[in-house]
């Protein structure tokens, strides 16, 4: 006989004529989904009169009707129209394809009769602190939680389930809050430690291991769509790793989270923002990012920006921001316009719409890894010994440097030139260093000594060595220019000496500057000209150009005379390098031309030097005034200035001074340049950067880039409360109102995410919509207890998740029984523990564990695992292959696996991983066949499986069924039933015949993977054990947290 | 082994008598439609269906519609002329030709004519294609929005330009489930071409934020068809079974412990990847095919993984009870060296597309199945780059582009839609990509408004918010 339950009525909690009506629980789920899709906020635009998501309106005099007459359901106009037998009166609509059922009508009824009362959306009211409510078993409980999921459960007249057992507990709070299978010891350990504190210590160590960081930070990963690469057509690769370690170190610490909150948000605005804080808004720039070439940059701008605002607002606000796009929300109060002021604090960024096709895309900063930051010190160390030995001697330097003072000949051209990563030197004394084309050149007296006649389109030719650099190197060029009339025509260039070439160049066009980097000149370049005509006729004049290797227009400086000019960017969207990869540039630094034969420079050129490094302004103002060195030292002392001492000192101790002392200064020079090229090697990460200008932004016409309106300034939704006071009117201020005690939103979301973590399905199961169309939450007063005790405690997440973790609820056994099964199939109502498929990162790092292959080094770049062969090939472009790592990279946790957006990992996908295109909160969850073999055939679950076996043989004792036992231990922490044991045993001896009879079979079925064999195993045993391991991971049980 | 004698054996060698008898309800019930492999949503079909099973064959890169359907004699006296003004509009162009200073006119050079009774104007690039005209509905009013090749393939597929949504084959695998149990509801198959190449994305055959039990599974060619499908060397098909029977055993002792209905559903998951690894070597294992097949299909037809091995495979799921095919064949992409390229992409493609329609039609399958030939937008008349007498590149373009539906109540021998002498704006009954997505969803007996998924509050549907069937279309 089987026994029927009533099923629960979790979402409409109510059930008609049973019990009083609430507003935001019963009616307003009905009215958002059948009817705000026309009657709702964006009504006006469709020219609908009626808004039903307003009380004023709903319940207005329409001329003689009303659509709401409270305590009159039959004068009622919606009542009329959802009951009306006339097709054309119907509401809703046929076209909308929704209907209102029965039960709706009732409950919309009584609402009506009971006098339609009204309340303000939930998830927008402030969070109270609600008190325990009273319960029956009071002696269940163990905590807060408890109180409320018990009063529930006696409401509904349902018991909770008794405690799981030990070895269950275990083995699911270690997946909980590590992600990995508790270890044979520390079940062991567990099990003998009969303390009532037993259980409280294992939750302490799971949470104070790097484990845990990890945890929390794979999820994180999938919050904020993190990826190796950059997604759309190309899908190059970027660097956003040391984000990721960033997160999992915020994790691991138990960073506060409104702090975690406002560093991923506006880290970098934080009043002395460390280089961490700033690395936190790597969050708002792990979006898509196009480098198509054909695009339109401004149109993916926007993508990029909105794309930020769906993350965060969905992450942090449970928000549904993306559909004010183009109209006004269609279920929450929130306006079109309200969405472009939100949209106007993540669109205050300097970036370029198209994004760079390898690497990262400006802006970013360099970070390094803690190795690094260790040998980064020790090159300062090494830097402040050297300057405090040279500092030692100053007196016999003083001593010394006044001999050489006094020696210098008064017509000496000696002048100062720093040392430190110069390249070279061209002072047109040695003609030799350049080759002169097209025309014979003159040397004639210069501004220091010779300097070079350009004339009839001759130019110098300084060699490909000379001025070779690429869009990510840094550097400096300075030189002399004199030209009769206004300068005019090219000074400098690494190009292909065409009109729009490839390259980069300086050029005089009548006084003017004009600068470009180019790969093509249509729209992959950098152009800048100078405001003014800066250059003039009939004197020198020194010019230099640096650049900092940013590919940004911001990264170019030009002096004139040492003193920066003004400049104007007529295109900043270099992306490209100008060679393809490990190629050579075609074509040499050319003085004198680079923009084809008719733009060749006439005049002189002196004193051209290059620097591998970007000058600093002081050195470069010293090196534009062009003094002699023997005119600074005719001054007295009291008329020298700090840069005329300066350059004597420096001049001195790189060129004149005894080799002691020479040697002294070129060891520091060196650890400069050494230390310069050191840095270069930090990863980067993408950050958000503020421009100076208020953030404003244009409401766009139906969501679209190309038809701007308005423009407004950055705002908060007005049903929201305001900013706090004194926060700025930018990102900072928005983190911080999102971390105030006054939003209602961050605390809960986050909370409910957090609760969706351990439970499975959130309190508010939509975890990522609290908005009209969300779910009602199944325990209100919990999710406001959670999210109050959550602020008060400094927004604690592991004091959180503990006392999640040691409630009585979550420590039930997850056993079934056909009442539950047919009341709460979901349990939302928690009166068993949480029974559900594991993530997919945490299948395959339980295998790799339980085999002991797992490494556990924490952070660093992303490695490259096992993959079916051809995934890349077959879909990608331009010869990009998955070149599979070896060794230890084989066997890091899955958090550390490299993403590819268009071609994911395709273990990760079989098992429900978000792709990472977009931010995704909700778990999700299938059961496909497409896992079964998965499991059963993948090298990593194979290899698991006879690591496993090793592990059986070895370690697991001498006789089968010892063995066996330990296998269990290794896959599922818990000791078999006799039945198991049995059906091992069967499959253990039908294998051990299967690979007795054929030695050829054994050879192939162990040679899965590149872990070494273990030397000491037989290879038939270790064949049939090998089974046996690979079936353990395909128990439903195994890939289950039970 | 046939299924029968899986099960069967299943019960000979499982687990513990009561257990299998638990075990043997459970998976009865399975059969009862619970545990349906590809059930479909309760009230599908909304109508009658015409269509049973789809094959999109997609011409990935987007092939020029002036060099194969849509003929526009009057060009060619407009030969590197600039194109008009009054017929740019001021356009939106790509990043590409954006700042090209002349767009000269630049005439197919390839030969058309009309063929069949219907009369259909085919260039000589496609003479397979050509005899089976009257079979076919070309509409040369297709019309996108996006401009590049990622956002138009997301947008075609999708409904959308941006990432994240549902493709149309994991709509349909949603709505309306699958006929065979053995094989996925959705099967995709990608083959290289020989012109330029752009990158296929997961997502073009994604669930978007549908299950991702919907998404499209990737049939390959080479040892393991599907990731993960064959058993490790040294592993028999009697090995695997006796495993399975043991591992369906021990998850049986589970169930009757926890009572979790996901046990069940897990096992017979297992099941399935076990019947998998029978049908779906037995599809791809064209060993069976007469001769007469392969001549059908052409010289690459025996070569696997090419478009007519694909082919094959693809009317070898319908037959099977598969509901969405799609190939992929890339290389369409003729920014440069187009009459050279394209002539290429023809010669691996015209007569397996062709043949596919005749083999369907000789099998009496055309009228159940749809069948679609289509890239994701079409090319410019504007030469990019160097226009010379017989070389020339055209660039994207969305404004038009055709497509033919042959079978699965589309009608045959219908030329829809009509384009401006430049073949550059549509004059006459255009189609959007929402349309054509109603369309086709209307020829399967779905309403393509009352196809939806509830997502972050709001009830997506393939169609956003537009698309209208296009009756004219059908039969």
Request: aromatic share 10%; glycine share 8%; proline share 6%.
């Amino acid at each position: 006989m089987r026994t029927l339950y009533l099923p629960l009525f979790l979402v409409a909690a109510h059930v008609p004529g049973v019990a009083a009506i609430e507003f935001n629980r019963d009616v307003r789920p009905i009215l958002s989904d059948k009817c705000f899709g026309c009657h709702g906020p964006d009504a006006k635009t469709k020219n609908i009169p009626l808004r039903l998501d307003l009380e004023a309106e709903a319940k207005a005099d329409l001329g003689g009707r009303r659509a709401i007459v409270p305590g009159d359901a039959a004068q009622s106009g919606i009542i009329q129209r959802i009951t009306t037998t006339s097709k054309a009166k119907r509401m809703p609509p046929v076209f909308t394809g929704h209907e209102v059922s029965p039960s709706e009508v009732e409950t919309l009824r009584q609402w009506v009769e009971e006098g339609a009362k009204w309340q303000k959306h939930w998830s927008y009211l402030p969070v109270a602190r609600p008190a325990l409510p009273e319960v029956k078993q009071g002696n269940w409980a163990k905590n807060a939680i408890d109180r409320f999921i018990l009063a529930r459960l006696e409401r509904e007249a349902l018991r909770p389930s008794a405690e799981a057992d030990k070895e269950k507990l275990l083995r699911r709070v270690t997946l909980d809050l590590t992600g990995l299978p508790p270890t044979p010891a520390e079940r062991k350990a567990f099990l003998a430690d009969t303390s009532a504190a037993a259980y409280e210590k294992v939750v302490d160590r799971l949470l104070a291991s790097p484990a845990y960081g990890e945890r929390m930070a794979a999820r994180w990963l999938e919050n904020s769509r993190y990826a190796d690469s950059n997604g759309y057509q190309f899908d190059g690769e970027r660097y956003m790793w040391r984000w990721r370690d960033y997160v999992i170190d915020s994790f691991h610490k138990n960073k506060p989270f409104d702090k975690f909150i406002q560093e991923q948000i506006a880290g970098d605005l934080l009043p002395k923002a460390t280089v961490e804080q700033v690395v936190g808004t790597g969050f708002n720039r792990n979006h898509r990012a196009n480098t198509e070439f054909g695009i339109i940059p401004e149109e993916y701008a926007v993508e990029y920006v909105v794309d930020r605002v769906e993350t965060a607002s969905a992450v942090f606000l449970g928000m549904t921001m993306g559909c004010a796009r183009c109209h006004n929300h269609k279920y929450d109060p929130l306006t079109q316009k309200e969405f472009y002021q939100f949209y106007a604090y993540f669109n205050n960024i300097p970036e370029n719409g198209r994004a760079m096709k390898y690497g990262n895309s400006p802006p970013q900063i360099p970070y390094p890894t803690p190795a690094q930051q260790q040998e980064l010190a020790a090159w300062d160390a090494k830097i402040a010994a050297t300057q405090k030995a040279i500092a030692a001697k100053s007196n016999e330097i003083a001593r010394l440097q006044k001999d050489w003072e006094r020696k210098l000949a008064p017509a000496s051209d000696e002048h100062w030139l720093p040392q430190t990563n110069r390249r070279v030197a061209l002072g047109m004394e040695d003609p030799e260093q350049t080759r002169a084309n097209f025309a014979t050149v003159q040397f004639v007296p210069g501004r220091f000594g010779k300097a070079v006649e350009l004339r009839n389109g001759a130019y110098l030719d300084a060699g490909f060595e000379t001025g070779n650099f690429d869009i990510e190197d840094r550097f400096s060029i300075g030189l002399w220019v004199k030209s009769d009339a206004l300068p005019d025509g090219s000074l400098f260039s690494m190009t292909d000496d065409k009109p729009k070439g490839r390259g980069y160049a300086v050029e005089a066009r009548q006084g003017k500057l004009h600068i470009h980097f180019t790969s093509d000149f249509d729209d992959d370049a950098i152009r800048i000209d100078t405001e003014a005509a800066v250059l003039t006729a009939g004197r020198w004049q020194h010019v230099m150009l640096t650049y900092d290797g940013s590919r940004m227009a911001e990264g170019v400086k030009l002096y004139l005379d040492g003193m920066p000019v003004g400049l104007k960017t007529e295109l900043d969207s270099l992306y490209r390098p100008f060679t393809n990869a490990g190629k050579a540039f075609p074509h040499p630094f050319r003085l004198g031309a680079g923009a084809g034969p008719q733009r060749r420079f006439t005049g002189w050129m002196d004193d051209v030097v290059i620097w591998t490094r970007v000058l600093p302004a002081d050195a470069v103002a010293l090196l534009g005034k062009g003094e002699r060195l023997a005119e600074l030292a005719a001054k007295p002392n009291v008329k020298r200035s700090k840069g005329d001492e300066r350059q004597l000192r420096s001049a001195f101790l790189e060129t004149a001074a005894p080799l002691e002392l020479r040697n002294l200064q070129s060891r520091l020079n060196e650890y400069l340049q050494e230390r310069e090229a050191f840095e270069r090697t930090f990863p980067t990460v993408m950050v958000m950067k503020e421009k100076p200008t208020p953030a404003r932004a244009h409401i766009l016409q139906r969501g679209e880039y190309n038809k701007p309106g308005d423009v407004v300034e950055a705002g908060l939704p007005s049903f929201l409360p305001s900013l706090p006071a004194g926060a700025p009117n930018n990102r900072l201020g928005l983190a911080q109102w999102m971390t105030s005690r006054e939003n209602p939103l961050t605390a809960r979301v986050t909370v409910n995410r957090l609760w969706q973590m351990i439970f499975g399905t959130g309190i508010v199961k939509t975890s990522e919509d609290f908005g009209s169309q969300g779910e009602w939450p199944t325990h209100p007063e919990l999710l406001d207890w959670l999210a109050s005790e959550f602020m008060d405690s400094g927004w604690n997440t592991k004091a959180l998740l503990k006392q999640m973790v040691m409630s009585a609820t979550y420590r039930q056994a997850s056993q079934l029984s056909p009442e539950l099964l047919q009341r709460d199939p979901e349990n939302r109502l928690l009166a068993r523990g949480p029974r559900l498929r594991l993530s997919a990162e945490m299948v395959r790092d339980q295998a790799l564990a339980a085999a002991d292959l797992l490494v556990g080094k924490v952070g660093g770049p992303s490695v490259k695992p096992y993959q079916p062969a051809g995934l890349w090939e077959e879909q990608s472009m331009q010869n990009m292959y998955y070149v599979q790592d070896h060794g230890e990279d084989l066997y890091r946790r899955s958090l550390y696996m490299f993403w590819k957006r268009t071609i994911a990992p395709p273990m990760m996908v079989n098992f429900d991983a978000s792709t990472r295109e977009a931010c995704v909160v909700r778990e999700n969850r299938t059961n496909t066949p497409l896992q079964a073999l998965n499991l059963m055939n993948d090298v990593t679950f194979l290899e698991a499986g006879r690591k496993i076996a090793e592990r059986m043989l070895r370690e697991g004792g001498n006789d089968d069924e010892a063995r066996l036992r330990y296998g269990f231990h290794l896959v599922l922490g818990r000791d078999p039933q006799a039945q198991e044991i049995e059906v091992l045993r069967r499959s253990l001896s039908y294998h051990r015949d299967y690979f007795a009879s054929d030695q050829g079979r054994v050879e192939k079925f162990l040679s899965q993977g590149e872990a070494k064999i273990a030397a000491k195993a037989e290879p038939r045993e270790l064949a049939a054990y090998m089974a046996i391991g690979n079936l353990l991971l395909n128990l439903d049980e195994t890939v289950t947290k039970e | 082994m046939s299924i029968e004698q899986t099960r069967r054996s299943f019960f000979r060698k499982g687990a513990t008598g009561a257990g299998m008898m638990a075990l043997a309800d459970l998976l009865a019930a399975d059969e009862r439609g619970a545990g349906d492999v590809h059930p479909k949503l309760p009230g599908l079909p909304h109508f009658p269906a015409k269509a049973k099973s789809v094959i999109v064959l997609f011409q990935h890169g987007a092939p020029s519609q002036l060099d194969l359907f849509d003929y526009k004699p009057g060009l060619a006296k407009r030969r590197g002329e600039d194109l008009p003004d009054s017929v740019r509009q001021g356009q939106r162009l790509t990043g590409m030709s954006a700042y090209q200073e002349k767009f000269p006119t630049a005439p197919s050079i390839f030969q058309f004519a009309q063929h069949g009774q219907s009369g259909a104007w085919v260039s000589e690039l496609m003479p397979y294609t050509a005899k089976q005209a009257d079979d076919l509905c070309f509409v040369r009013s297709l019309h996108t929005e996006a401009i590049n090749h990622d956002p138009a393939v997301t947008f075609i597929q999708t409904g959308f330009q941006l990432a994240g949504r549902p493709s149309m084959g994991s709509w349909v695998a949603y709505g309306l489930g699958s006929e065979n149990q053995n094989l996925p509801a959705y099967v995709v198959m990608v083959s290289q071409g020989t012109g330029n190449t752009q990158a296929l994305a997961d997502r073009s055959f994604g669930a978007g934020f549908l299950p991702s039990k919907y998404s499209g599974v990737k049939f390959r060619s080479g040892a393991d068809p599907v990731l993960y499908l064959s058993d490790p060397a040294g592993y028999s098909r009697e090995a695997r079974r006796r495993y399975l029977d043991d591992l369906a055993a021990l998850n049986t002792l589970k169930h009757q412990e926890y009572q979790d209905p996901e046990i069940a559903t897990r096992i017979s998951q297992y099941e399935m990847a076990f019947r998998m690894q029978a049908s779906v070597p037995e599809l791809s294992d064209l060993s069976s095919e007469p001769e007469s097949t392969f001549a059908l299909y052409g010289p690459d037809a025996k070569k696997p993984g090419s478009y007519a091995a694909n082919c094959i495979l693809a009317r070898r799921l319908v037959e099977r009870g598969v509901r969405f095919v799609q190939l992929f064949h890339r290389g369409w992409d003729q920014h440069g060296n187009l009459p050279k390229e394209i002539r290429g992409q023809c010669l691996q493609t015209d007569q397996p597309s062709a043949a596919l329609v005749a083999d369907l039609k000789q099998r009496g399958l055309l009228d159940s199945t749809l069948v679609v030939w289509m890239g994701e937008f079409g090319r410019t008349v504007y030469s990019q780059g160097t226009l010379t007498e017989t070389n020339y590149g055209r660039d994207h373009h969305p404004r038009c582009f055709t497509a033919w539906l042959a079978g699965g109540g589309f009608k045959a021998g219908l030329t829809y839609g009509e384009t401006d002498d430049f073949s550059y704006n549509i004059v006459q009954d255009p189609v959007d990509l929402h349309d054509l997505h109603a369309t086709m969803l209307r020829t399967m007996g779905v309403d393509h408004t009352r196809l939806t998924f509830k997502f972050q509050g709001r009830h997506y549907r393939l169609t956003d918010v537009k698309g209208r069937v296009v009756r004219a279309l059908l039969i």
